[in-house]
C-alpha cells in the first residue's frame, strides 16, 4: 500500500504562484507514474500534469506553461509549481500515483486527501 498527503494549497490572487507537495509513504518502490489532479465544485476530477519514474512529463492544456511537474525519488515526493495563477485554476487538487513500474496498464492507483487551491480575481 502507499499513502500519499498532499500540501502547498492556499490563497493567491490571480497572477500569483503556489507550490504543492506530495510525499508517498508505503510501498513507495510499487510507485512508477506520480501526478495531480484537480477538482473544482461541480465538476468532474480532470488531469494536470504526470511525471513517469523515467522523468518524462505530461500536462494539460490548460496548464502547460504555466505550471511545472518535478520529482525527488530519493525523497518519494513530486512537486507541483503553479505560476501565472486565474480563477478557473481554483479548485482542489489531489495528488495521484500508480504502478508498479513495468506494468501496463498499472493495476494500482492511489490519491491523497486533496488540497484546497482559491485563486482571487
Known amino acids: 500500500q502507499v499513502q500519499l498527503v498532499e500540501s502547498g494549497g492556499g490563497l493567491v490572487q490571480t497572477g500569483g504562484s503556489l507550490r504543492l507537495s506530495c510525499s508517498a509513504s508505503?510501498?513507495?518502490?510499487?510507485?512508477?507514474?506520480m501526478g495531480w489532479y484537480r477538482q473544482a465544485p461541480g465538476k468532474q476530477r480532470d488531469f494536470v500534469a504526470s511525471?513517469?519514474?523515467?522523468?518524462?512529463?505530461t500536462y494539460a492544456d490548460s496548464v502547460r506553461g504555466r505550471f511545472k511537474i518535478s520529482r525527488d525519488s530519493a525523497k518519494n515526493a513530486v512537486y507541483l509549481q503553479m505560476n501565472r495563477l486565474i480563477p478557473e485554476d481554483t479548485a482542489v487538487y489531489y495528488c495521484?500515483?500508480?504502478?508498479?513500474?513495468?506494468?501496463?496498464?498499472?493495476?494500482?492507483?492511489?490519491w491523497g486527501q486533496g488540497t484546497q487551491v482559491t485563486v482571487s480575481s
Open positions: 511525471i513517469s519514474s523515467r522523468g518524462s512529463t
Open positions: 508505503g510501498d513507495s518502490a510499487s510507485i512508477n507514474t
Open positions: 495521484n500515483a500508480d504502478g508498479p513500474p513495468g506494468v501496463d496498464p498499472p493495476p494500482n492507483d492511489y
